[in-house]
């Protein structure tokens, strides 16, 4: 199934020994959008962190393009092509905007080159001279999300990367997922923000308790919104 981006089976996973997730379970297509929605604390952004393997321990299957992963340390994985926009945004103070973009090496090729970014992130542009901590919040996530396509990864994992941002911003950012799944792109979403996830997946996975306990297809999200709604305290 070369057409498989992300296979996850069975995945558990600790931090010490805290045990975080138990057997999660989900795939995601080649050029698809999906969220892990969910409250806080639920596990979703471990998911993340378990396929980059930056959890203390791990288990079960995790394939990436075809090849399992499970046994490989950090870099090898980012190597294979995956991209992930942590929570925290990670943006070096002390660097202006152009090299904090021109910071990560690329991983393979087809990365995109600056003026595409700037293209497709204008305020960047704008903002290339400015040293990392004088960014809004807003231009600070932009920035995080566009250096991981400089490096050629084609599985982006973004976590929260509307929280606590105002709307006009999310609505662009919105605006930036799409344009990046018409490239091509595989995207695993981790949102709490539903109305900005709902119009943009194919596919919702619900995490509660460290595990998937629902599966909503886009085309389902009107019948299934009152469940949706019990789970997620919207």
Known sequence: MSNVALEVKNLESWYGESHILH???FSVRDGEVVTL???NGAGR????????????????????FGKETIALPTYQIARLGIGYCPEERGIFASLDTEENLLLPPKVSSGGM?????YEMFPNLYERRNSPGTR?????????????????????????????????????????????LRNK?????????NFRFAAGLADRHYVVEGGQIVEVVQHSELEAKAELLNGYLGV
């Open 37 to 39: 929605l969910g409250r």
């Open 45 to 64: 952004s471990t998911i993340l962190k378990t396929i980059l393997g930056l959890t203390s321990k791990r288990k079960g299957s995790i394939e990436v």
């Open 135 to 179: 960014l809004s919040g807003g231009e600070q996530q932009m920035l995080a999300m566009a250096r991981i396509l400089r490096t050629g990864a084609k599985l982006l994992l973004l976590d929260e990367i509307t929280e606590g941002l105002a709307p006009v911003i999310v609505q662009k950012l919105g605006e930036v997922v799409t344009k």
């Open 113 to 117: 080159d600056v003026e595409e970014i």
């Open 184 to 192: 091509g792109f595989t995207i695993v979403l981790v949102e709490q």
């Open 23 to 25: 057997g999660v379970n």
